[in-house]
Nanobody
């Protein structure tokens, strides 16, 4: 297991930006696929973006062109830059580490609220 600590959430107006960060406690970070998920009230948790150990990203259709996932293996940190935020992006955002299709850990979540 790996401990993940998210930060960077908050309240922002529609059209604004936020950057989320997630720091991992163990050095499996460099070989793990890192992902950002979100869960809005009354909805299931969904994948927002993920990035492989080799740096290949993929995004949910709803965030393509607005969000960018990146990683710094030297700092065991993954980022989610969120631009052009919309009220429907409001959710708790969770960081995830996955190795060989096995979940290695989840963060505690960080709240993102986008006001209209």
């Amino acid at each position: 297991q790996v401990q993940l600590v998210e930060s960077g959430g908050g309240l922002v107006q529609a059209g604004g930006s936020l950057r989320l960060s997630c720091v991992a406690s163990r050095n499996i970070f460099s070989i793990a696929t890192m992902g950002w998920y979100r869960q809005a009230p009354g909805k299931q948790r969904e994948l927002v973006a993920a990035i492989t150990s080799g740096g290949i990203p993929n995004y949910a259709d709803s965030v393509k062109g607005r969000f960018t996932i990146s990683r710094d293996n030297a700092q065991n940190t993954v980022y989610l830059q969120m631009n052009s935020l919309k009220p429907e992006d409001t959710a708790v955002y969770y960081c995830n580490a996955r190795l060989a299709s096995i979940d290695m850990g989840w963060g505690q979540g960080t709240q993102v609220t986008v006001s209209s």
